[in-house]
């Protein structure tokens, strides 16, 4: 990576992230306070320690292993995965507590603190996935503090002015993630693309540790959908909508693979993808949905949606736009994201039609906006990053 | 996979799974229902629902991870796993309400329900580990819904005529599933062993994803063990004795591939597989056994077995009964599973001449029918399958 | 492995071990007894059966993966790692039980001796690191056997005259452990350091596995260091600490890495070493840092030191002393865990400057004692065991 800058830029750069470092830790020292109250020690002790634990196994494990397919250097996605998440983590940790206390208190750092900083940063290395192998170091660390700036600025605004519960606010991280991602990506990909062709080449060893990050993902998704809700009713449909809607996804997607292929075969990249596809659809309303079925024809309808992405997009996209999605994360991220979103409007346009409240239909209009706010937001950041 | 067929079948399989799938959906529609008491929710946030997520890790990252070894095409055998996993656990849940509940009311979906149909979905991942490489996907979807009918049916039979405990109805998922892969494997194998033969040839790097799998498998069959276990002493004994067991067997296992290679080298194989093998062993009995030594003879002796069924019945299998055991199912899970199953009955026919209770001799005799009746109904089932 | 002893060697090593796990089955038939009461059946059901997960996911994964790197046969060292756990396991446990209670009663196995013994190991496991590839399997059964009574009796040395807290005792093991192992290489490496310098190959497959490991113990080793603290606040700053000192020493340790190389590379044994050496840093003092600028701090230093000691000490290691670390252990766990004892050492300094107690400057003395008492001991023991 990076032997094609000039000697003089590749030797500043890790001097540069070493005095940001730097400096993140001298605002530490000089504005934060771990929280001692026995609330948060409770926390800790009991479930909500174990889903913090299962958030960064999905951020750190998931995420990274799910990108490592792909490249000559599959470890250098690793590494340069953690790198960001344990960047974006401090960063994300700050800002949220910059933006949501006043300036002159420290800012605590509580559980629930890292454990949406975690979350925040995902967005991050969702995004990674589409830019990989044209970056280096300097490019992702000066990406990871923009994006990180950006979707925490959006997350208060949403909080701020629509009232929007945390929920919700953070599950638009995969549409704003996506096109955040596809448009870096698409500032980037000019002069590379040709280069990064060569890297797509696929090997069965990566593969399988793609497909590793996948279950990882798999496994630990109704941890992620459920970690911000604080009714434990909710909590427990949100586990078990994303459940269900994960397993019909897995078998559509399995399925609807073998029957694009002219041979019957299966496409690795189109499991890796459309298998997700259901728990990011399902992710907005997973606590509203009061019973399986709805949340299994989302699955169903969320991998063939991605399978179809998968399989058609590239080709307008490579050709008409020149943006060159490595990882093709605008099917596994982006488009059933948007589903998920549209899905949620119509729930709740369905809702405020049988209760007759105007309140409702009012944040129907709300939600609509939040989500085409966050798409341009995605699309207008992303450009100004490139 | 499946290119050997003619086009026209290749063609519809998938549609017709993409069918199977919305009419599972459509009975979710009608019959079915999320639990929405308290209990249940409290259950969650728990150590249950820890052990929950335990037993999804073993069955999608262990299972799929343990028979990724030999195939050319690795990752399609993850793919299959997760693919059956899926499917299997959406029937399961159907199924076990079914049999247990009214058919006039809804079958309610609880935490308890989709963890006892995951599983029993392991039974059907066990058995693929015989068969892998030899059907399409089309027919592991027939083999997933007919093998989790027959496993649940034998396991409302024992609760309904032998007031058979849910935790020792379980543990005879080893042997049930260990005869009914083979019989299966015996079924297909003819017209294909020489294909299969060629792949496998076993690469360092697959071995390695086969000891992950091995590992987690090691790692949680604890929580697999005492999943089932209401008493928290029952739990806990469960746990040691098991985590002893499988010390034992690891060492033994080790030691003893050691000892039957002429250079002393380790076997791959024997390792995948006679590592668990005492915590298969130690399963149906390990809430009674009282203290650690017997655990870890068992886990001795299964080790043993194990590895001794390893090294010298695939030389029989292949000639004499043309059955091709491609991940040795069979030593891993059938033998030690026997072991366990003669070791249950030992010691209950101690316990009943210590109290010379004749209840408990009764219960012997049951025992002993139940466990022959799973080999049986895995022979025949796998018959009617194959 | 073992193909260069005499043929009489190779075959009588295994059955020696078989006698050995036969031993200790007639020892803990003899000797052992589970605990019955109800406090340790509540620890189990809570948090602090998760914490035991973590631990045994730490051992048997993630120092595994992170030896198995290095090697032309990679799935030797994982097995290799999985047999001295189990075997470790077993000893300490006895070895424990033997040290802390009276000959005449029998010992009593609890989920927290486990959990002791399971750590205690993690050194033999360390160790492990600077010899596989030039050990057999007897050696190490030896080796395993011989660090475990070490550590075990230095931390009941520590315990009884030193009176010093389990959490601090347990944190030397990385130092000690660290030059056990470098000792044991000293005395073993002199024949053989030729060949083992031809597996030193790295290829990118493996490295994805070595990155696995270094992933797991990453996540889970705030859970490592918080193991042994009673108090819940204590518990609470140990993780938050870890978790910075992790994230800043994953920063550090990347772009250090590029720093050093003169192309702007990043080395991959850097980062699977580096990475953790903040949590290696942090461990001793963990639960006494207030802030988390101090725990930034230590992780940016020992990312430092550790690139350094990976980048210089080898060349001179090699050529002087004729040492071959083969996993860099010495860089990884040795210099980082300095590092810390160091820290703690000013730290309680500073405080009792502070306090004016004499008591803690007392302290002082006693803990730099027995920081160079653990360097001595796993000098002097690794030279007697080689």
Known sequence: ??????????????????????????????????????????????????????????????????????????????????????????????LDGFLNQSFFRKV???????????????SVLISAGAVLGKTNLGQLAFMTLMEVTVFGTMRMLFRKFFLMEDHISMMHIHVFAAYFGLTVAWCLSKPLAERAEKKDQMAVSPSLFAMLGTLFLWMFWPSFNSALLNSPNERKNAMFNTYYALAVSAVTAISASALAHPQGKINMTHIHNAVLAGGVAVGTSCHLIPSPWLAMVLGLMAGLISIGGAKCLPVCFNRVLKIHDTCSVHSTFGLPGLLGGINYIVLMTFRASWTNNPMISYQVLIDTGALSLSMAMGLASGLLTG
Chains 1, 2, 3 share one sequence.
């Not at 504005?31 to 948060?40: L, V």
């Not at 000559?72 to 960001?84: E, K, Q, T, V, Y």
């Not at 454990?115 to 995902?122: E, F, I, K």
């Open 108 to 122: 605590v750092i509580s559980l629930s603190r890292i454990q949406q900083a975690t979350m925040s940063t995902m």
């Open 1 to 94: 990576m990076g032997s094609k800058y000039p000697r003089s830029v590749r030797y500043c750069l890790p001097p540069w992230i070493l005095t940001l470092e730097v400096a993140l830790i001298l605002v530490f020292l000089f504005f934060t306070n771990y929280d001692n109250s026995s609330k948060d020690r409770k926390k800790l002790m009991g479930t909500y320690g174990a889903v913090f634990q299962d958030i960064t196994v999905m951020a750190a494990l998931g995420l990274g292993f799910l990108t490592s397919s792909l490249w000559r250097h599959g470890w250098s996605s690793m590494a340069f995965n953690l790198f960001m998440l344990a960047l974006g983590v401090q960063w994300a940790v700050l």
